[in-house]
């Protein structure tokens, strides 16, 4: 909707509404530019194409990964991207409607539905899309962010992207004891929302347990409850999880979060080990980024996820192909590909 016609790193085109164009996709981008629900500074409805368009390299639909020995966009993974959702930032539940119908029509074709915001509302239309797919209460949901999104009404409503996740549980599309939460931070939400979201059995990993147990450690034990009776999961990005250092261009930075590079490693490993069923990214904010970092993190963002996803196939099958030689760590440029 905002900016020139062009797809994920060069990535084929399709439309969410002719399965045929996907037919032989594993995963499908949607872009979602609403940015109606922001508290804020707004910006979002231009994340999708910036993330789409933030990269130095050849528009040419190729990014073999280098630690993981695949080429997640063509090869080892059919990657295709369906274009941008038509929203409008002032009405939200339309908005949320259209989004939801595409992300579960998707799905039901047998693609990934993978979201670019858009401000953090579009997570509730995203994740019950997906459960439409999965049935509701199956799959479990993994939140990197900053804040919780767990209030009631903001400014007089219910829809903003402060509040997606509690209409995510209160519709039963996503189990509350099923909610893991990382990278939390701040000054908010007040003692009522934490009294709720104990209610739900909701577990969220504060940004100093992350510090002091480490990421690994964390991911062991989210890892864990997200597969307890879950079929699948669904990931959800929010781009200020990380240091403003680190991503600049959103719309409620909270210093004191993740690197760059414990997110990427932490979306890798999650694709790589977990069913992932659907994902996010959201809350790149452009017109307050510098220099792109936060739309090039968020690019990167997607690529490890793919990246992770491929992997996983890759590990699953019989098959051997170059990409499944020695693990780059232990290459010391002598040995050659199979």
Known sequence: MYGPDFTFNGVPACDWREPETYADADVVIIGAPF???????????????????????SYDGQRPHLA????????????KDAGDVEVYSGEVLRSCQA?????????????????LGGDHTITWPDATGVSRHTGAGKVSLIHF?????TGNMTFGSLYGHGQPMRRLIESG??????????GLRGYWPEPETLDWMADQHMKSFHMSEIVARGLDAVLDEAFAIALDDCDAVFLSVDIDVCDPAHAPGTGTPEPGGMTARQLLDAVSRICHELPVA?????????????????ALLANRVVLEALAGMARRRMDAGDGVTWRRSTPLLENRGTEKPD
């Open 278 to 294: 659907g994902m996010d990214v959201v809350e790149v904010s452009p017109p307050y980024d510098h220099a792109e970092i936060t």
């Open 35 to 57: 940015d109606g629900g922001t508290s804020h500074r707004p910006g979002t409805r231009f994340g999708p194409a910036k993330i789409r368009g933030s990269d130095y390299l």
């Open 99 to 115: 989004i939801e119908d595409a992300v579960a029509f998707v799905a039901t074709h047998g693609a990934i539905p993978l979201i």
């Open 145 to 149: 962010d900053a804040h919780a999104d």
């Open 68 to 79: 993981m020995r695949v080429e997640p966009l063509a090869t080892d993974l059919v990657v």
């Open 173 to 182: 599309a996503v189990r509350g004891d099923r909610f893991l939460q990382l």
